[in-house]
């Protein structure tokens, strides 16, 4: 079974930023869209952005938009998750996965996604 492995996670201020990458661990493996969650102690695992592998078209939380971008690199099935600003609400573990078949007519469901991460843990101090 394919499994995504994540890294970039650490330590920060807020105010400052992180990148945080994914790539599958079969390098052939071919996904239809990568999604990023993250779950905060006490809360539910919730969408922060995703991007369709075909056309590179992107979506994010309302609580990212304009501070986080995710991108993708071609060659290598790596996903970037580039984040600015961050701020204490952040904090988390970030899990990337990927979806091979859209079975929700929105991409922020994770249940829908079948390959996933063991999660990168993202800390803002304040």
């Known amino acids: 079974q394919v499994h995504m492995v994540e890294s970039g996670g650490g330590l920060v201020q807020a105010g400052g930023s992180l990148r945080l990458s994914c790539i599958p661990s079969e390098p052939s493996f071919s996904g239809y869209v990568t999604g990023w969650f993250r779950q905060a102690p006490g809360k539910e695992r919730e969408f922060v952005a995703a991007?369709?592998?075909?056309?590179?078209?992107?979506y994010y939380a309302d609580s990212v938009k304009g501070r986080f971008t995710i991108s993708m690199d071609n060659a290598n099935n790596t996903v970037w998750l580039r984040m600015n600003s961050l701020e204490s609400e952040d904090t988390g573990i970030y899990y990337c996965a990927v979806l091979t078949y859209l079975t929700h007519l929105t991409v922020r469901v994770p249940d829908q996604y079948e390959h996933w991460g063991q999660g990168t843990q993202v800390t803002v101090s304040s």
């Open positions: 991007i369709r592998w075909r056309g590179g078209i992107t």
